[in-house]
């Protein structure tokens, strides 16, 4: 352990995802287990530059692992992308004996601490914390376990009307980048076709996908469409099939941000109390800028510059076992 190490400051920045509140939880009963004194910084690295910091205590955080959102706020901070945003930041830290952070976040965060802790030497660990699951380095983010079960509950639901009315949905999940929620979710609520980003695989291939499930007799059919998905858009999609196949008549709906709230589910408070208590470990170790996922179910440390800049692989084995199942 470094002796040097005394109080961490914790944050939440970018966008919020259900499980920052067990992740915090367990940064501050961690750090309090090891005798050090913890501060909460609100609303993200704004609150490094004026917010009213809250020292925190084990109580601070009793009764909020089942609750969603960041008991800590998130925001997104203009002026930290400057240079003297950050090195306000810095004297801040210095001056409250804040010897290291804990930030939990996604890649724009991440970015953020990196220019943190180069430029000022301020010792940084990453907690990754996104519903999309689009951070390399670790095999789930917190918040994506909660999000695609949201969907997958809300596309069963979407799915009585469909059978009912023989109708065709298309359903827009959130997904700019990346298509795991969209793939997940879409594999788990058994829907006829998924499109993601990464593939954006065109109106044709949607065209010939639906000719086949009609020969083949379904008549009525869920569509999965991460939003960053450039085949053309939920509502264009739609109605070329409408135009192109007269069979279907086709009805969209667009999810938007309660795939972001809700309590989170039993997976993801798990894995941010992990991940809490293995940031607070590597600090302790003395280690320093690099964040700590779960790879193969146990605790991993990726560079947190890697972690921004590389980008997760699509999982092709589960592409193939969503085009096999959905046949
Ligand atoms: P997320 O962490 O969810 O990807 P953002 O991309 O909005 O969310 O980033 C959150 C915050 O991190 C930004 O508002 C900003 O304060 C900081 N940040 C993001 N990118 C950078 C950058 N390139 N340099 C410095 N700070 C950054």
Same mark, same amino acid.
């Given at each position: 352990?470094?002796?040097?190490?005394?109080?961490?400051?914790?944050?939440?920045?970018?966008?919020? !995802?259900?499980?920052?509140?067990?992740?915090?939880?367990?940064?501050?009963?961690?750090?309090?287990?090891?005798?050090?004194?913890?501060?909460?910084?609100?609303?993200?690295?704004?609150?490094?530059?004026?917010?009213? /910091?809250?020292?925190?205590?084990?109580?601070?955080?009793?009764?909020?692992?089942?609750?969603?959102?960041?008991?800590?706020?998130?925001? $997104?901070?203009?002026?930290?992308?400057?240079?003297?945003?950050?090195?306000?930041?810095?004297?801040? /830290?210095? !001056?409250?004996?804040?010897?290291?952070?804990?930030?939990?976040?996604?890649?724009?965060?991440?970015?953020?601490?990196? !220019?943190?802790?180069?430029?000022?030497?301020?010792?940084?660990?990453?907690?990754?914390?996104?519903?999309?699951?689009?951070?390399?380095?670790?095999?789930?983010?917190?918040?994506?376990?909660?999000?695609?079960?949201?969907?997958?509950?809300?596309?069963?639901?979407?799915?009585?009307?469909?059978?009912?009315?023989?109708?065709?949905?298309?359903?827009?999940?959130?997904?700019?980048?990346?298509?795991?929620?969209?793939?997940?979710?879409?594999?788990?609520?058994?829907?006829?076709?998924?499109?993601?980003?990464?593939?954006?695989?065109?109106?044709?291939?949607?065209?010939?996908?639906?000719?086949?499930?009609?020969?083949?007799?379904?008549?009525?059919?869920?569509?999965?469409?991460?939003?960053?998905?450039?085949?053309?858009?939920?509502?264009?999609?739609?109605?070329?099939?409408?135009?192109? /196949?007269?069979?279907?008549?086709?009805?969209?709906?667009?999810?938007?941000?309660?795939?972001?709230?809700?309590?989170?589910?039993?997976?993801? $408070?798990? /894995?941010?109390?992990?991940?809490?208590?293995?940031?607070?470990?590597?600090?302790?170790?003395?280690?320093?800028?690099?964040?700590?996922?779960?790879?193969?179910?146990?605790?991993?440390?990726?560079?947190?510059?890697?972690?921004?800049?590389?980008?997760?692989?699509?999982?092709?084995?589960?592409?193939?076992?969503?085009?096999?199942?959905?046949?």
């Amino acid at each position: 352990m470094t002796s040097s190490l005394k109080h961490i400051g914790v944050l939440t920045s970018g966008g919020d !995802a259900p499980g920052m509140n067990a992740a915090i939880r367990a940064v501050v009963r961690c750090a309090l287990h090891h005798g050090l004194k913890v501060t909460g910084i609100p609303e993200g690295y704004s609150g490094l530059l004026g917010g009213e /910091l809250k020292p925190l205590n084990s109580l601070s955080v009793s009764n909020i692992i089942n609750l969603g959102g960041t008991f800590l706020k998130s925001a $997104r901070c203009m002026e930290f992308y400057k240079p003297e945003g950050r090195t306000q930041a810095a004297e801040r /830290l210095e !001056a409250e004996g804040i010897d290291a952070l804990v930030v939990i976040g996604g890649d724009g965060s991440f970015t953020g601490a990196v !220019a943190l802790s180069r430029e000022h030497k301020v010792s940084v660990v990453g907690i990754p914390g996104t519903i999309d699951n689009d951070i390399y380095g670790t095999d789930f983010t917190i918040g994506f376990d909660t999000a695609i079960n949201t969907v997958q509950s809300a596309i069963d639901k979407i799915r009585d009307t469909a059978t009912s009315h023989n109708r065709l949905f298309f359903i827009e999940v959130m997904g700019r980048d990346a298509g795991y929620i969209a793939l997940y979710s879409g594999i788990g609520a058994g829907s006829e076709e998924i499109l993601i980003p990464e593939q954006s695989r065109g109106l044709d291939y949607l065209l010939q996908s639906l000719e086949r499930s009609g020969r083949a007799g379904k008549t009525s059919s869920i569509v999965v469409v991460a939003e960053g998905d450039k085949s053309g858009g939920v509502y264009e999609l739609a109605k070329a099939v409408e135009e192109t /196949l007269p069979g279907y008549s086709s009805k969209v709906t667009v999810l938007g941000h309660l795939q972001r709230g809700g309590s989170p589910t039993c997976t993801d $408070r798990v /894995l941010a109390s992990r991940l809490g208590v293995a940031a607070v470990d590597t600090l302790r170790d003395g280690t320093s800028g690099v964040m700590v996922g779960l790879r193969n179910n146990r605790i991993s440390l990726t560079g947190l510059e890697k972690a921004c800049k590389e980008r997760p692989d699509i999982d092709a084995e589960l592409i193939r076992v969503s085009e096999i199942v959905s046949t």
